[in-house]
């Protein structure tokens, strides 16, 4: 969060290319960068205070995801330690977008994309608003600044 | 390919939900969908006769994703048997664009999106034009019609 | 079935190689043969008439791993169509074994070994016998030959 | 290295359960053990200073799995934290055996096995004995203890 009006929450976790996600090619399989976008999206949850597994078993809240749009910038290679930088831009309601980029080792963008959530109540299986504890963990990263 | 004006090129695909590919919601999980995306554009240039594999092994060229972008609609369950639908709007040029359609048994769209993806010469690791022989095959599906 | 006292269930399904399957080395992962056994027992049990989806939802019934030994025998290649062949030797009691061998287009083996499930009843999470339904289906396919 | 006559290697590596990574019993699926395997011996070697990544690019060496078992003791949960214990036993020369265990979070065994792997000479596609480096690395763990 750096300067005037930059209200946002970012966050960032390391994850390593595994040889079983790699293609012949020899680069990070493009199907497995939405699991990238899934660990960066827990984490940064996690890092909040919030565990995604807790909101399923003991508030009944499941997010599926509603869409999903990447751009691949450059290939991840085998063994690369890439750096999940996963960013809230506005406060959720009815639903949340993450935005996500990859960067690999030398800090240059692998994937930059992101992935709009809704928020299910599992026992109605209805949508619902994004839960009032979700919003009070994010509330202050997103305070007006300024004026 | 319908009507005055059509001009396009479409493959069906049946590929089934396995459970390894189902998460803990019960559902196909949204990142083997890309998977989905690869099977159907494979198949689809496998029935004009043309295999990845031997376009990879025997001309050099190899095919990198650089964008995707998918909404996902309703869940996919274990064991369905789906539809993967894949058409080819335009004839590739410097890039070649899948638009996909997933079904479900109950013919109930899954899952809608796209995909481009760039020719690139192993040998030279640059990008090129679509091969003569990807063009030769599709122009058929693609002939302007009417006037 | 063939010979006297030759007794067992075996059944084949083909499965191709996809390109997110394989690793850098260019070969199927050995981490995805386990994804190939459970397609191999599934396509079994359904050319049996049972569907293990029923046997979770309507039944009640899943069918934990509780080993898995295998042998990787030679490569499997991006795009090879495997044959999987899998065997009951014995009718199933406490638990059931299936017996596995992949073959690649050339009918030579790539894979071969065993998996080892227990049947679980999901309401009271106990191991239970197997179900008779799956005897009676089983049966006629081990019944003593000769004398 | 614990007594009198106990030779051997172990490493430790944590690795969380993935949403992606379970099935629909909600569990870590059983085929994704494997990949756990291979987390848990390349981050050993790494442990000595060794990165799979240059055996393979750099002195053309590359480790194809020739055997694999394992047992599954108890689930794995969504988000778990596990713990991947690998063990070298013995020296390698032709072949080389991981020993792996895997704990949850509350230590409790989840699943327990081994995997083989030979070493290939990359440009001749032969297998040849473990190269030097690798053995002077772990000679030290290997030393008689007593007599």
């Known amino acids: 969060m750096e300067g005037f009006g930059e209200a946002m929450y970012t966050h960032k976790f390391q994850k390593r290319v595994r040889y079983g996600e790699t293609d012949q090619m020899g680069y990070l399989y493009y199907g497995r960068y939405a699991d990238l976008y899934e660990i960066g999206r827990v984490e940064m ?21 509603k869409s999903l ?8 290679n085998y063994d690369e330690l890439l750096t999940i930088k996963t960013t809230l831009r506005e406060l959720p309601d009815s639903d949340i977008t993450f935005h996500v980029e990859v960067f690999n080792e030398k800090n240059k963008l692998v994937n930059g994309g992101s ?7 599992m026992e109605t299986n209805k949508t619902i608003l994004a839960p009032d504890f979700l919003i009070e963990k994010l509330k202050p990263y997103f305070k007006e600044i300024g004026n």
Chains 1, 2, 3, 4 share one sequence.
């Open 115 to 121: 992935v709009r959530l809704v928020f299910v109540e």
């Open 45 to 65: 949850l996690r890092s909040l205070g919030i565990t995604y597994r807790e909101m399923e078993k003991e508030m009944g809240i499941m997010l599926p995801v």
């Open 69 to 76: 749009q990447m751009r691949f910038v450059r290939p991840a």
